[in-house]
């Protein structure tokens, strides 16, 4: 069923029935000289000029403040990270600026900010503008002497973007669109000179996009909505009333909007999981820092078990998350060269890789988010009482950690999108899950392969139990499919289940690379934390997955069928004991005697 495939082919949500050899995978151990350079220029901007004023930018009344803030950080380049060199950027690879958005994830309300700008504000003219709206804003964007917002949502129109009612009507001379609307929600809307605003023109079924500076007029906002975190990020909600906009500000094409607002989100998922990443590192870094100064019953409270658990299980989720981030990131990038390579444009090699990896994208939103909630409970709870009080450091991390499962498409929308991205595809042919799905449906009915691997090789068990999660994945949507057919849509309870385990298998299929890899390099010694931190991982996968299977199994199967795919279920998910206590005892207590996140 499952083979290898060479990096420059493999396809997004192929990982379902491909295996991936180590050494065609990204690791972020990789990353090079300058990019760790750009790295530390990011943490030193934010220690100065973020951290020492987080209490300042969110109690600030005005606007002013997060802006200067941005244009600091255009001065130092970090604005222009994607845009292309001829317009002013630095044309960055796509993993390069994931790792920027890393970084600056710890930036609470100002990684919002600036999130918003360089990414959703200023990424659909990389993508789609033509060279007068490149050469026009691009440059300005790049630098920050104009600031970005990205106006999608709409009073009733929030997960149902498309049904917006925001109207685009050509002016009579034919040379404005008069745009007319609501806008919600809109980050950065106070500052912003340039907006990247969806209307649709005329009686349109699909939105166009318009790119929309603050001085055509016609614009007014409401006072900063009072948020439950993320404080500092300026949100506002935003009138267009008789906002004349030039015919030459049509972004792509008329009707185009919807599919760029789709596109663009792309980036913007991927990119909230590994800058989730970047935030959850630093909450356990105060975690252990917290539990290396706190002593009760006479010790420190890192030396209790419990404590010592909830650190090493941040540890674990977030290394996984990382993992996975950077190798989506890299089949992102190497789908670009090649496709340049191949002639395509630079903007269309872009935007066909994201489409290309538009899985793996959700499922890292999805899953960057709920590690980081998952992080900052588990750092409220290590602070006990003074997790509590809003004057210590995982008040703000709790609060301004949730809004992440709610924007760049919510959680649930970004489960359905997985599973009815793979299973659009599988239908029109471009991903082959159909004749693996069968294989297993056979597989259940025979009798079971009790063969060992051979241990000398590394991880051989561990891959596995990882070709069987993949059946288990294969069986449970195949028999969802054939059972349910077009009423599968409806039964988003399994749709959520299906892209629970999918995100499962892909995360730790990553990790188990990522550390197979390191370990060629460095031997099994110098890597056995690494080593523990992807044995839990896979255990609580497959734990995961078991569950999210039986969930959807019983929502849909009846008698005897449930019985043989329960039984399947079984085996697919079969792991030798691993003594999880110690495992995590020794991730936990490395990261104790460093007092810090070490990987
Ligand atoms: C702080 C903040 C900043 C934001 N910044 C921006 C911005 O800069 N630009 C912009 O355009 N927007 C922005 N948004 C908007 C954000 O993208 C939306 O809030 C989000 O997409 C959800 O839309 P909604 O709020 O209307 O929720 P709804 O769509 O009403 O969803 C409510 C609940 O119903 C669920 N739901 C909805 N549809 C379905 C379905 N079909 N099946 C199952 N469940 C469903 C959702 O998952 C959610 O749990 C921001 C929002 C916030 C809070």
Redesign the pocket.
């Known amino acids: 069923m499952i083979a290898t495939d060479p990096k420059a082919s493999i396809k997004g949500g192929e990982f379902l029935i491909k295996e991936t050899d180590a050494s065609q995978v990204f690791i972020p151990e990789e990353f090079s000289e300058e990019q760790q350079m750009i790295a530390a220029t990011c943490r030193e901007f934010l220690e100065r000029e973020i951290w020492t004023r987080l209490d300042e930018i969110d109690q600030a009344k005005s606007p002013e403040l997060i802006a200067s803030l941005m244009d600091k950080a255009g001065e130092l380049g970090l604005l222009g990270t994607s845009v292309p060199e001829e317009y002013g950027g630095f044309g960055m690879s796509f993993n390069t600026s994931m790792l920027v958005t890393e970084i600056t994830g710890a930036g609470h309300s100002f990684s919002v900010a600036l999130s ?1 700008h360089t990414g ?1 504000g200023t990424l659909p003219i990389v993508y789609y503008g033509n060279d007068d709206q490149k050469s026009k804003y691009l440059p300005k964007l790049a630098t920050g002497e104009w600031k970005a ?5 709409e009073p009733d129109s ?3 973007a498309n049904s917006g009612k925001t109207k685009a009507n050509l002016s009579e001379d034919g040379k404005h669109y008069v745009i007319n609307g609501q ?6 809307g106070g500052f912003a000179d340039l907006f990247i605003v969806f209307a649709k023109i005329d009686d349109d079924k699909n939105l166009s996009a318009f790119i929309v500076e603050k001085s055509f007029g016609g614009i007014t906002m409401n006072e900063p909505e009072h ?1 439950m975190g ?1 404080k500092g ?1 300026d ?1 506002r909600q935003i009138f267009f009333n008789d906002c004349q906009v030039p015919v030459e500000n049509l972004l792509s094409t008329r009707g185009n909007g919807f599919k760029i607002a789709v596109n663009i989100l792309n980036v913007g998922r991927i990119k909230l999981g590994v800058a989730a990443v970047g935030g959850a590192k630093e909450v356990i870094n105060n975690a252990i820092r917290y539990a290396n100064e706190r002593k009760q019953f006479g010790t420190l409270i890192s030396g209790f078990g419990a404590i010592r658990h909830k650190l090493a299980e941040m540890a674990v989720k977030v290394y996984a998350c990382e993992t996975a981030c950077y190798r989506a990131g890299q089949n992102i990038d190497d789908l670009i060269e090649s496709l340049k390579a191949s002639g395509t444009t630079d903007a269309e090699a872009k935007l066909k890789a994201l489409e290309q990896f538009a899985i793996e994208c959700a499922m890292m939103k999805v899953h960057g988010s709920e590690v980081l909630d998952y992080v900052v409970d588990e750092g409220v709870q290590v602070y006990g009482g003074m997790g509590y009080s809003a004057d210590a450091p995982m008040d703000r991390a709790y609060r301004d950690a949730r ?1 992440n499962r ?8 970004n489960r ?1 999108l997985t599973v009815d991205m793979t299973l659009k595809r599988t239908m029109k042919g471009e991903l082959d899950l159909m004749g693996p799905a069968m294989a297993v449906s056979k597989e259940i009915m025979s009798i079971p392969d009790f063969s060992t691997e051979e241990e000398e090789v590394l991880f051989a068990a561990e891959k596995k139990v990882l070709r069987n999660l993949k059946k288990a994945v294969l069986m449970v949507a195949g028999a969802a499919v054939q059972k349910l057919m077009m009423k599968l849509s409806e039964e ?1 309870e399994i749709l959520m289940n299906l892209a629970d385990m999918m995100i499962e298998v892909y995360v730790a299929e990553s990790v188990l690379l990522r550390v197979e890899k390191q370990i060629a390099v460095k031997g099994e010694s110098a890597m056995a934390l690494q080593k523990d931190l992807a044995l839990v991982y896979l255990h609580e996968a497959v734990e995961k997955i078991n569950n999210a299977g039986r969930s959807a199994i019983s929502s849909f199967a009846e008698s005897d069928e449930m019985r043989v795919m329960l039984m399947g279920l079984k085996r697919f998910t079969k792991i030798d004991p691993l003594n999880l206590k110690d495992t995590r005892r020794r991730i936990a207590d490395a990261m104790i005697a460093e007092n810090k996140y070490i990987f």
């Open positions: 918003a959703i917002a990205y106006c999608l949502t929030g997960s149902d806008k919600m929600w809109i980050t950065n948020k993320i990020s949100t809004i709610i924007f760049e498409g919510t959680n649930e929308i359905m988003q």
